[in-house]
């Protein structure tokens, strides 16, 4: 195949939604990867440049370099009947080449990463600086039942307490290394959206009140789960993620999707503990050195 690298634009996007349909089949995935509001923001987003290569009139692999603020990040995508090719070395590449005017560190993100991919992008000079597996709740998997600890009530999402939930992310996740501690408005705009479930999403109460966990939820996706640090480790955030999960599945959602750091071994074994399995790994590269 001889390779065209033809500028994509808009109008292609139908294109590269159904390339992100079939890879995604095959390396697994977030479903929403491969949506056209996902792909439109990677591919035809504004300052983005975007290459395909076609054979027969389909498009088999792709490439788009977009800005950030913190830099330019590439990405990409290959058919499977087209990989091995040098397709997506070829588009990498050209896109990777230094631009006058560029701002910021080069960067790569991925929905899937393969073995070859990361060794494809060492030997390039970039090296992984973050990456959260992809798991999934199989529709015909069912969450066993976990009963709270006992001097736990839990509540769902509303309105007049959406500020405590809002408390227990904060208490939950303060202690990570670059927590980026939003306000409650900029935290609750984030969080609801037009796919979100507030009768999934739960939050804990100790005995006096205090708010010492939650859970999240939106259509198919366990967005957030958090422990307050004193409450870790007893069962409280399986508890309330059995039981947001079980609630997912009344409402009819098939596969359940959720991701976990891959440096959080601690939260993995939790949800593999309850029937969830890993399908995918998304990841961020940069440049070393």
Known sequence: MTFD??????????GVVGLALRCAAHDGGLPATATADFLRR???????TA???????????????????????????????????????????RLAAARPGDAGPLG?????????????????GFARVFAEDVLVLGARTSPPPVAPPGDVTVEEWS?????????AYRASFADRPGFPDPPLDHWVDWTVDDTFLPACS??????????VAFVTCAEGYLVQVGCVPDRRRTGLGRALAAAALTRL????????????NADNPGSAALFRGLGLVPVARRARFARSG
């Open 5 to 14: 690298g033809t500028a994509l634009s808009e109008g292609d996007l139908d």
């Open 108 to 124: 790569v993100e991925t929905e899937s990463l393969k073995p070859y991919g990361e060794r494809f992008l060492g030997v390039r």
């Open 202 to 211: 739960l939050l804990a109460r100790d005995a006096v009140g205090a708010p």
């Open 249 to 260: 599945r009344a409402r009819g959602d098939g596969e359940v999707f959720l991701d976990v």
């Open 42 to 48: 990677r591919y035809a987003g504004p300052g983005t």
């Open 51 to 93: 290459l395909g290569v076609f054979s027969g009139g389909r498009l088999v692999a792709c490439g788009a370099r977009r800005p950030t603020p913190e830099g330019a990040l590439l990405t990409g995508l290959v058919d499977l009947d087209h990989r091995r090719r040098g397709l997506g070395a070829e588009l990498f590449d």
């Open 159 to 167: 309105d007049g307490n959406r500020a405590d939930f809002h408390a």
